[in-house]
């Protein structure tokens, strides 16, 4: 069935790195690759998404970049702050009613 | 956000209960989700509703059921709960009217099943 894989499962970078953060979908019918980000004890929120007909998209300190023909996207984040420390989440979807996630990766930054 | 809203937040429960866990959103969005959180499985759907007289399976719907009683409404029911039914569960909302459909999650209702 359709999959998400994403990578690290845990991350920890030195506070002022970038951090990434990978995932690769097996349904090559996804058409919207959103990022949420859950902090510890609360609900995840999307942090930014990007669509098929578009291969990077940046906010801030954060981009996400898009392979339709590899099937793989990333999440960027620079200059790490403490704040950014959360719980990350990507998904891939075709449909409201078909969206999966990926197994999430623990993003820590050391001070 | 408080628009979306899961009681309870917390809850203790015994094999074989039935319970019920609610959500309730003022964001006026059309369609509500159920999802259940594992450590290292990520988000995974349990049903889905579209509008009111609408339900959906979703990827592990076994064991689960849902109502949706208004449009603002989408609750979640375990009829004989198991100890594997232990998890975060949420609830979330889309707007089918926007172009990307972002889900809006509720704080989430922890579930212990002993």
């Known amino acids: 069935g359709e999959n998400v894989e994403q990578h690290p499962s845990t991350l920890s970078v030195q506070e002022g790195d970038s951090a990434v953060i990978k995932c690769t979908y097996s349904?090559?019918?996804?058409?919207?690759f959103p990022w949420y980000k859950q902090e510890l004890g609360k609900r995840p929120q999307l942090i930014i998404d990007?669509?098929?007909?578009?291969g990077e998209k940046k906010d801030q300190r954060i981009a996400v970049t898009l392979n339709k023909t590899a099937k793989h996207f990333s999440l960027h984040i620079t200059e790490t702050q403490p704040e950014d420390s959360a719980v990350y989440f990507c998904?891939?979807?075709?449909?409201?009613?078909?969206?999966?996630f990926g197994s999430g990766t623990r993003l820590s930054i050391r001070p | 956000d408080a628009d979306v809203t899961q009681t309870p937040r917390n809850r203790i429960t015994k094999t074989g209960k039935r319970i019920m866990l609610e959500c309730s959103q003022t964001?006026?969005?059309?369609?509500m989700y159920w999802y259940r959180q594992d450590p290292g499985l990520g988000l995974r759907l349990i049903y889905y509703?579209?509008?009111?007289?609408?339900?959906n399976k979703g990827e592990i719907s076994d064991g689960y059921s849902v109502s949706r009683q208004a449009q603002a409404k989408f609750s979640l029911s375990l009829e004989s709960a198991i100890p594997n039914q232990t998890a975060l569960y949420f609830c979330?909302?889309?707007?089918?009217?926007?172009?990307?459909?972002?889900?809006?999650f509720g704080p989430g209702t922890r579930l212990l099943v002993l």
């Open positions: 979330a909302t889309s707007d089918s009217g926007q172009t990307q459909e972002t889900q809006y």
């Open positions: 349904d090559s019918a996804s058409n919207y």
């Open positions: 990007i669509r098929s007909n578009v």
């Open positions: 998904a891939a979807s075709i449909s409201a009613s078909k969206i999966i």
């Open positions: 964001k006026g969005h059309d369609r």
């Open positions: 509703s579209f509008d009111v007289k609408d339900i």
